[in-house]
């Protein structure tokens, strides 16, 4: 991370017991806001990011100079208009571009945590946020929404605090991790841990990086993000600016050739430990067996408002696990609506320009607030 650039930090005071027993305090918390909180403080929205996301959802991000990663959804005019809404969005405990995470020094020890940070949850990094409302002195949330792991913490916001928002809209995520995601997680994470400037995670005190076992997770991880349809059509078996077959290990193909780059472009922006400890929290996260295997039992206390949406070509977090979250919400009588919309993009379609999804979403935002 640049430390040159101006980042918002919160300091926690108040003492955060996580769920592996450790307690922290006195630790940041970055944040960005966009758009103005206004005099009657019912407008704040706040947006929850996915595992390699941060606080800057819109507008040029100043630390990788390129757009926000949100910059479809929100802005002036927007699904999420800016000129409306006052948005608010974290870093999560864990990451890398601010807030209190593995790449931070431990005042005891002078040196740089890594794997010596407390192993974190979707539960923690929700606790921590809530401190966000304290701070801006807003009673009540308007909304809060967030994509893939966004949604889960959208998800674990409503059951610890059901006063707290009036609208919520998980996107394309689940209510506890499967096994085929989980599997996917530990690849990323075994990649990383055997690359040998790893050094058991402490390869920013001996001035390494285990960037090769790092954009390694990275390819594997964002073939999931992507769809077979997506990813033929735009890909097929094009070789790379060439209409022979080198016979090598090169990349020979297109899709070869992308993979390695969308590798390469994230080691400089993200922190291999953050990458192992955020991937844990995602895995760890399981609202069925929180609430003793009745999910319904989750939102029993809340009057918030949901929309759930889905993708059809997500097989990351497919739609049927998107229904469960909305089958749970039915069964107490919650007021909840329910949108699948049609993507060949997969998984990643919430970050994208589809026109559909961008359309549903301002349509429920500003309707909701109408009524508010």
């Given at each position: 991370?640049?430390?040159?650039?101006?980042?918002?930090?919160?300091?926690?005071?108040?003492p955060?017991?996580?769920?592996?027993g450790?307690t922290?305090?006195?630790f940041?918390?970055?944040?960005?806001?966009y758009?103005?909180?206004?005099?009657?403080?019912?407008?704040?929205i706040?947006?929850f990011h996915?595992?390699?996301?941060?606080?800057?959802?819109?507008?040029?991000?100043p630390?990788t100079?390129?757009d926000g990663?949100?910059s479809?959804?929100?802005?002036?005019g927007?699904a999420?208009?800016?000129?409306?809404?006052?948005?608010?969005c974290?870093?999560?405990?864990?990451?890398?571009?601010?807030s209190?995470?593995?790449?931070n020094?431990?005042?005891?020890?002078?040196?740089i945590?890594?794997?010596?940070?407390?192993?974190?949850?979707?539960?923690?990094?929700?606790?921590?946020?809530?401190?966000?409302?304290?701070f801006f002195?807003?009673?009540?949330?308007?909304?809060?929404t967030?994509g893939?792991?966004?949604?889960?913490?959208?998800l674990?916001?409503?059951s610890n605090?059901?006063?707290?928002?009036?609208?919520?809209i998980?996107i394309?995520?689940?209510?506890?991790?499967?096994?085929?995601?989980?599997?996917?997680n530990?690849?990323g994470?075994q990649?990383?841990?055997?690359d040998?400037?790893w050094?058991?995670?402490?390869?920013?005190?001996?001035?390494?990086?285990?960037?090769k076992?790092l954009s390694?997770?990275r390819m594997?991880a964002?073939i999931?993000?992507?769809?077979k349809?997506?990813?033929?059509?735009?890909?097929?078996?094009?070789?790379q600016?060439?209409?022979?077959?080198?016979?090598?290990?090169?990349?020979?193909?297109?899709?070869?050739s992308?993979?390695?780059?969308?590798?390469?472009?994230?080691?400089?922006?993200?922190?291999?430990?953050?990458?192992?400890?955020i991937t844990?929290?995602?895995?760890?996260?399981?609202l069925?067996?929180?609430?003793?295997g009745?999910?319904?039992?989750a939102?029993a206390?809340?009057?918030?408002k949901?929309?759930v949406i889905?993708?059809?070509?997500d097989?990351?977090?497919?739609?049927?696990?998107n229904?469960?979250?909305?089958?749970?919400?039915?069964?107490?009588g919650?007021?909840?609506?329910?949108v699948?919309?049609?993507?060949?993009?997969?998984?990643?379609?919430?970050l994208l320009?589809?026109p559909?999804f961008?359309?549903?979403?301002k349509?429920?935002?500003n309707t909701?607030?109408?009524?508010?």
């Open positions: 991370m640049n430390k040159n650039v101006n980042i918002k930090n919160l300091i926690i005071e108040k955060l017991k996580l769920d592996c450790q922290i305090n006195d940041p918390l970055a944040y960005e806001t758009g103005a909180l206004n005099e009657k403080k019912d407008n704040a706040l947006i996915a595992l390699t996301g941060d606080q800057f959802v819109s507008g040029i991000n630390i100079k390129k990663w949100w479809y959804a929100v802005g002036a927007k999420i208009d800016t000129d409306k809404y006052f948005v608010i974290a870093n999560v405990i864990g990451g890398c571009m601010g209190f995470g593995p790449s020094t431990n005042s005891k020890t002078n040196k945590y890594g794997t010596n940070f407390p192993v974190i949850t979707i539960n923690d990094m929700v606790n921590a946020q809530y401190n966000l409302l304290d002195k807003i009673e009540k949330l308007f909304a809060v967030g893939s792991m966004g949604g889960m913490q959208v674990q916001f409503v605090f059901p006063n707290k928002v009036k609208v919520a998980p394309a995520c689940t209510s506890s991790h499967s096994a085929q995601n989980i599997a996917f530990e690849l994470r990649s990383i841990m055997a040998a400037n050094t058991g995670g402490d390869y920013s005190n001996q001035n390494k990086n285990p960037d076992g390694v997770a594997a964002h999931t993000y992507l769809s349809n997506g990813l033929q059509e735009k890909f097929g078996r094009k070789l600016e060439r209409d022979y077959l080198k016979f090598s290990f090169d990349a020979d193909f297109q899709i070869e992308y993979l390695r780059h969308q590798g390469s472009v994230f080691v400089d922006r993200f922190d291999a430990n953050s990458y192992l400890y844990r929290a995602m895995d760890y996260f399981d069925i067996k929180e609430y003793g009745n999910l319904s039992k939102f206390k809340t009057k918030t949901f929309l889905s993708f059809t070509s097989w990351l977090y497919p739609t049927s696990e229904k469960e979250i909305v089958i749970a919400l039915n069964a107490i919650a007021d909840v609506g329910f699948e919309i049609e993507s060949d993009k997969g998984h990643d379609s919430f320009n589809i559909e961008l359309d549903t979403l349509d429920y935002i909701s607030y109408l009524k508010n």
